[in-house]
C-alpha cells in the first residue's frame, strides 16, 4: 500500500492561537460564506464579533445581518439560503430555544445552512455555562448535529460542515456543536489551512443542487428564481405532507456515508482526521467496559482510560462524534461484545433518561445478550468533569460488572447530597 501524501503537511499550515469561538470565526472567513445573520448571545458572542471584525476591514465579501432576536437570524438564513447563498449563523442556549420554529423550517425545505451550537445550559436557572440541553432540544429538528472535542476540531468541523451539508445527497442544515466556555472561550494552538486550499476544498463559491420539476418538464435549481419560479414552505395537507417528511429521512440515510467521506478528504488534505468522522473509539476492541461520551469531556475520559489500559485494564471510549443521525449500527458493532456500558450525558431528562443513553439503549436493544448499561448524569450548568469523577465512575461500573446487575440506572456524577 503506498504511503499517504498528504497535500498540506502540518509544516505549511500557519499555526494561530485562539479560542474556539475565534475558530468558528476564522473557518467561517474561509468558507467563502455569501450571508451571516446573527444575534448575540453567551457563549457564542466572539463568533459574530469576531467575523463583523473580518466584515469592517474588508477581509470577505459576506452581507452581515445584525438582527434583533434568534428567530430572525434564523429566518435571515432560511431566505438567504433559498436564494441560493451560503448561509451561517451562530447560537447559543435560549437563542436557540427562541429560534427553534425556523430551525424545523430550515431542514424541512433542504436548506444547507451551518451553525455553530456554543452549547450552553438551558434555563431555569438562569446559567451561561456549558451543558448539552440545547442540543438535546433540536435532536429531532432534522440538522445534522456534530459534536467537536477540542478547538482545532472546532475549526476542521465548521469548514467541513459546509461540504457535508452542501453534497447532493445530503441538502441539509449542519449544527456543529462546541462546548460552551470549555472550548468557546479556552485558547489552543491550531493549524489553519491557507485560504485557497479551504476555497478548493468546498469547490468555491456554493454551487446550487438542481431537481427535477414536472411543470417545467427539466432540472432547475433548487432556489427561489424569478425565471423559474418555485415555492417553498408551501401549505402541505395530508396529501403529501407525510411523504415529505420521509424524503428528509431518506437523505438523513446519506449522511453518514458523506461524513466519512469529508473526513477522509480532510485527512488527505490536513493529516487530520476524527476516527471515521461519525465516531472515534479508543481501546474498545478487547474491551470489558466502555464509557460513551460526546464533546470536550471525552478528552478528560479518554485520559483516564489510557491510564486503565496501561495497567493492563480493559476499558474503552467511544466518542460520538456525529450525533444525528444517530450511529446504530456501528455503536451496536462496538458494543456488543463488552461487559458494560457507561452512557455519559452532558443533558438532564426528567422522568426518563438522557438524549444519549436512550439512544445508545436502542442500538444495543436487538442483541441476544445485552451489555450491563447506566446512564451518568454529569457536567450540568457547568460544573467541570475532573479525572477523579471518571475513575469514580469506572470504578462503579467495574463493581456493577462484579456483582452482574445495575441497582440504579440513572447516576448523578458530581452532585453534592
Keep these: 500500500m503506498s504511503k499517504l501524501v498528504v497535500k498540506y503537511p502540518v509544516h505549511t499550515q500557519e499555526i494561530l492561537n485562539v ?60 431566505g438567504a439560503a433559498a436564494a441560493g447563498a451560503r448561509a451561517f449563523t451562530a447560537t447559543s442556549s435560549q437563542g436557540l430555544a427562541l429560534m427553534v420554529e425556523i430551525v424545523y423550517i430550515a431542514s424541512a425545505l433542504r436548506l444547507p445552512i451551518v451553525m455553530a451550537v456554543a452549547n450552553r445550559a438551558l434555563s431555569a436557572p438562569i446559567n451561561i455555562h456549558n451543558d448539552h440541553s440545547d442540543a438535546y432540544l433540536m435532536r429531532d429538528a432534522g440538522w445534522v448535529q456534530l459534536f467537536t472535542e477540542n478547538v482545532q476540531e472546532t475549526y476542521d468541523t465548521t469548514i467541513q460542515a459546509f461540504k457535508i451539508a ?26 489553519v489551512l491557507p485560504d485557497n486550499a479551504v476555497a478548493e476544498f468546498l469547490g468555491g463559491y456554493r454551487k446550487v443542487a438542481k431537481l427535477r420539476v414536472d411543470y417545467f418538464d427539466e432540472e ?21 405532507y407525510f411523504e415529505h417528511k420521509v424524503q428528509q429521512v431518506e437523505a438523513m440515510k446519506n449522511v453518514p456515508g458523506v461524513v466519512r467521506e469529508v473526513n477522509e478528504k480532510w485527512y488527505e488534505l490536513t493529516g487530520r482526521r476524527y476516527g471515521d468522522g461519525v465516531i472515534d473509539a479508543y481501546g474498545v476492541e478487547d474491551a470489558d467496559i466502555v464509557v460513551v461520551a460526546m464533546g470536550s469531556g471525552a478528552g478528560t475520559v479518554r485520559s483516564v482510560v489510557k491510564k486503565y489500559r496501561e495497567k493492563g485494564e480493559k476499558v474503552g471510549l467511544v466518542r460520538i462524534r456525529m450525533f444525528r443521525p444517530f450511529p446504530f449500527d456501528e455503536v451496536r458493532s462496538l458494543l456488543k461484545d463488552v461487559k458494560a456500558v457507561a452512557v455519559m450525558d452532558k443533558g438532564i431528562g426528567p422522568g426518563s433518561f438522557g438524549a444519549l443513553y436512550q439512544d445508545v439503549v436502542s ?42 446487575q445495575v441497582k440504579e440506572k440513572i447516576r448523578y456524577l458530581g452532585v453534592r447530597g
Design 19 to 78: 479560542n474556539g469561538d475565534e475558530a468558528v470565526a476564522y473557518a467561517v472567513k474561509q468558507s467563502l460564506v455569501d450571508v451571516v445573520s446573527a444575534y448575540p448571545i453567551t457563549p457564542q458572542t466572539i463568533i459574530v464579533e469576531k467575523f463583523s471584525e473580518f466584515v469592517a476591514d474588508g477581509l470577505v465579501h459576506t452581507e452581515f445581518i445584525p438582527v434583533e432576536s434568534e428567530h430572525s437570524a434564523m429566518s435571515a438564513c432560511v
Design 166 to 191: 452542501e453534497d447532493e445527497r445530503v441538502l441539509l442544515p449542519v449544527a456543529v456543536n462546541l462546548d460552551g466556555f470549555f472550548l468557546s472561550h479556552t485558547l489552543e494552538n491550531i493549524r
Design 220 to 240: 432547475v435549481p433548487h432556489m427561489l428564481n424569478p425565471a423559474r419560479p418555485l415555492t417553498f414552505g408551501s401549505l402541505d395537507l395530508y396529501d403529501f
Design 363 to 404: 442500538s444495543l436493544y436487538d442483541l441476544g445478550s445485552h451489555p450491563l448499561t447506566v446512564d451518568y448524569v454529569y457536567g450540568l450548568g457547568g460544573r467541570d468533569l475532573t479525572p477523579d469523577l471518571v475513575v469514580k465512575m469506572i470504578e462503579q461500573v467495574k463493581e456493577d460488572v462484579k456483582t452482574g
